[in-house]
């Protein structure tokens, strides 16, 4: 479920792992708050309602695709990121742009499968359980109407338990596990085929004692014999012109249940055979149907597209580059960003209420060279100004995933611990910002070439070191990066 953020709060939270942008964080807060207004009023006009479509236009590295990456996470809604240079208009070789809803359905679908699987593990574990305990013990179910006597007899055992020795035969198991776990491989030792020859009663007992000792895991390093499903499966792949999904049916479901499933018998510990056969029964207990539904619901009304690079199909009448298809590219995005049908291989989905957040740097084109249409499908604008030296040292300190904290925690795993004081981080600001101006633009990604080759030699030493801390300065950093910086020629390469 959407949570009901308040803007500001959604500002907050973006604020954790984003340097500055506030114009672009405030836009994109109402966008998901409007969604969350919409569920509240009433139905007739809720459809009625559509989302507020938004471009952010900055350089690289300023922030543009972590925005909509973080607004996503903050409400777990379907988020699919695609780039628009790799669509074609229909008629040429390339993805159409209704691949895209159809990749989002596919791994909302994914999404929603894996949640509904850990909500039915508990159930599993103990189906799993008892699956392990028949493959251990066979025939000691006991049937509704009489003993187990029948299945035991077609048993091939290696030896048969009488009851009245039967407290003897599990204590010398349990004795045995250590013998097993130092690295026995003995068969007799890990067949645990076992048959009463008194009465179920006898049965079920032992079947109890076998389900204490697999419950403490006395029995895990135990070997049984199981059908484990190959992973080797053919691929078949069928291509048209509309997509798979658009010729009605299901080629690759109705292809996939006609041929025999691939299966291959081998030893496996217990331990491992409970893994397996819990996330078998895991599957066997959702509900494909309903997941499908959900899956589609959620799509409809919460699902978020990021259409990066939309610069790149632009036309700014140049006439250079890959031009065939610019136009015809926006053309077909259209309806999909207005609102449309697009059919999936789970069924019709509506994009009406799909929020779309276009982003490009528009170096060469600009936003009006989309066509008037396009440009009508998006009405917010937002610019995302150049990043600076004052938020390169925020981005280095502040976030919870800010680079200089993941370089002390990479450190700290060779028990190296590293200190950047402030007049080195203030150099490196520097640095990040100069370079900028001199070479390409590219915003806070200019941070990481920079810090790479700066602990370059620490990161290759640390292994081998016998300091356990170290400090970097401003002398430090001038030492490692200045010679770089100095050569023009050889910072574009390297920087």
């Not at 990021?306 to 250079?320: M, T, V, W, Y």
């Not at 080759?453 to 290759?460: G, N, R």
Request: hydrophobic share 40%; net charge negative.
């Amino acid at each position: 479920m959407m949570n009901d953020l308040k803007p500001k709060e959604i500002v907050e939270k973006l604020d954790r792992y984003i340097i500055g942008q506030k114009n672009a964080k405030k836009s994109v807060a109402i966008a998901l708050r409007n969604r969350w207004r919409r569920k509240q009023v009433t139905e007739d006009l809720r459809d009625e309602i559509a989302p507020k479509n938004i471009i952010l236009i900055g350089s690289t590295g300023v922030g543009k695709t972590e925005i909509a990456r973080r607004l996503a996470n903050l409400t777990n809604s379907p988020f699919y990121k695609v780039e628009a240079s790799k669509f074609t208009e229909v008629g040429y070789v390339g993805r159409d742009v209704e691949s895209m809803i159809r990749d989002l359905v596919e791994l909302t679908v994914n999404n929603v499968k894996a949640k509904q699987q850990d909500a039915v593990q508990e159930k599993a574990a103990s189906i799993a359980e008892e699956r392990v305990l028949d493959l251990l013990l066979p025939g000691s179910d006991p049937k509704p109407n009489g003993s187990s006597e029948e299945a035991s007899n077609e048993q091939s055992l290696p030896f048969t338990v009488d009851s009245s020795d039967l407290s003897d035969f599990m204590e010398k198991m349990l004795s045995s596990d250590d013998s097993v776990s130092s690295g026995s491989s003995n068969d007799d030792q890990n067949k645990i085929d076992i048959v009463t020859t008194k009465s179920d009663k006898n049965s079920s007992s032992t079947r109890e004692k076998l389900r204490k000792m697999l419950k403490v895991g006395k029995l895990d390093n135990r070997l049984v014999d199981m059908d484990v499903p190959s992973k080797a499966m053919p691929m078949i792949e069928i291509f048209t012109n509309a997509g798979m999904e658009e010729m009605g049916i299901n080629m690759k479901d109705m292809l996939g249940s006609m041929m025999p499933k691939n299966t291959k018998r081998r030893k496996v510990k217990v331990s491992e055979a409970m893994k397996i056969l819990a996330q078998e029964e895991a599957a066997h207990l959702v509900d494909m149907e309903k997941v499908t539904a959900e899956a589609v619901e959620l799509v409809e009304q919460s699902g978020i597209i990021f259409l990066d690079e939309i610069d790149k199909i632009a036309s700014n009448g140049g006439g250079h580059g890959p031009e065939v298809s610019r136009e015809g590219v926006q053309r077909d995005l259209l309806p999909i960003v207005e609102g449309s049908s697009v059919p999936t291989r789970y069924g019709i989905v509506k994009t009406d209420h799909i929020l779309f957040i276009a982003s490009g740097a528009f170096h060469v084109s600009k936003p009006s060279d989309l066509i008037p249409e396009l440009q009508g499908r998006f009405p917010i604008r937002v610019e995302l100004h150049s990043l600076g030296k004052d938020e390169f040292k925020r981005i280095l300190t502040e976030p919870r995933n800010a680079l200089i904290l993941q370089y002390m925690a990479l450190l700290r795993t060779e028990g190296v611990e590293i200190e950047f004081t402030d007049d080195a981080i203030d150099r490196i600001a520097a640095i990040a910002v100069d370079v900028n101006e001199r070479t390409e633009n590219i915003g806070a990604r200019r941070l990481h070439t920079l810090m790479e080759k700066l602990l370059e030699d620490i990161l290759f030493e640390a292994p081998d070191t016998n300091e356990s801390k170290i400090v970097v300065d401003a002398v430090f950093v001038d030492k490692q990066l200045m010679e770089i910086v100095k050569d023009e020629d050889l910072s574009r390469y390297i920087l």
